[in-house]
């Protein structure tokens, strides 16, 4: 029998609550999704000035992050670099921009979180404070 570990609403709200500190601090609106270690959304939370757009786009950071275990800025990155569509893994749902943000602890991706509604880098920044609150919390 195969067991995993995976973020549930506990971790989720300790992302949520990183996040969207430093949002507040930065004086900054956006979307913060997390996600299982299937990629399948546990908590999603839009600011009050953020669009809607941001919305799918957190949450198919967030899938496709838990999904590759691999930040997706990388995937983006490393996908462009070789020719092929972001898509070539076969789903769709897969993005390549900036801002989500696998969970790995002890060798095993745990989940993601994704941070969508700023610039790549700035969503980046975010996400990973979100993902070092979970950890710090983490055995």
Known sequence: MKLS???GEAEARIALDACLQELRTRGNDAVVAVADNHGELI???RTDGCGLAPIAIAQNKAYTAARLG???????RDTKASG???????DARYV?????????????CLGAVAIS???GEEDLAIAEIGVS???????
């Open 117 to 119: 509604g700023l610039s």
């Open 96 to 108: 390549g921009w900036d801002g989500g943000v696998p969970v790995l602890h002890q060798g095993a």
């Open 84 to 90: 092929d569509d972001v898509h070539y893994h076969g």
């Open 70 to 76: 691999r930040p997706t800025g990388d995937v983006g």
């Open 133 to 139: 609150a979970i950890l710090n919390g983490l055995d």
């Open 5 to 7: 570990r995976s973020l």
């Open 43 to 45: 908590a999603l939370w």
